[in-house]
């Protein structure tokens, strides 16, 4: 089945960075285009950035620009997010997705803070 394993959160100051990863397995990762969400406490999940299957379409939202960069290793299965200049309205759970599977993983949070 669909497994999605989120990690790299953590707790880091204004202007900080952080590296999230995310393990993927039960489907052919190859194939699928991947996204990061992030959902902040009493707020709908939003879409934060998206990549093709082969890294060759890549999507952010206007709140990252610039900031956060989505990368994929389909040999390890496993797609990234990397985070600089963080800021206080960054905290969120972020998770990914696979495209046109519902599948979730746990999430992994990121809190903003100084």
């Known amino acids: 089945q669909v497994q999605l394993v989120e990690s790299g959160g953590g707790s880091v100051q204004p202007g900080g960075s952080l590296r999230l990863s995310c393990a993927a397995s039960?489907?052919?990762?190859?194939?699928?285009?991947m996204s990061w969400y992030r959902q902040a406490p009493g707020k709908e999940r939003e879409l934060v950035a998206s990549?093709?299957?082969?890294?060759?379409?890549?999507n952010y939202a206007d709140s990252v620009k610039g900031r956060f960069t989505i990368s994929r290793d389909n040999a390890k299965n496993t797609v990234y997010l990397q985070m600089n200049s963080l800021k206080p309205e960054d905290t969120a759970v972020y998770y990914c997705?696979?495209?046109?599977?519902?599948?979730w993983g746990k999430g992994t949070l990121v809190t903003v803070s100084s």
């Open positions: 997705k696979a495209r046109y599977f519902d599948n």
């Open positions: 039960g489907f052919v990762f190859s194939g699928r285009a």
């Open positions: 990549i093709s299957s082969t890294s060759g379409s890549i």
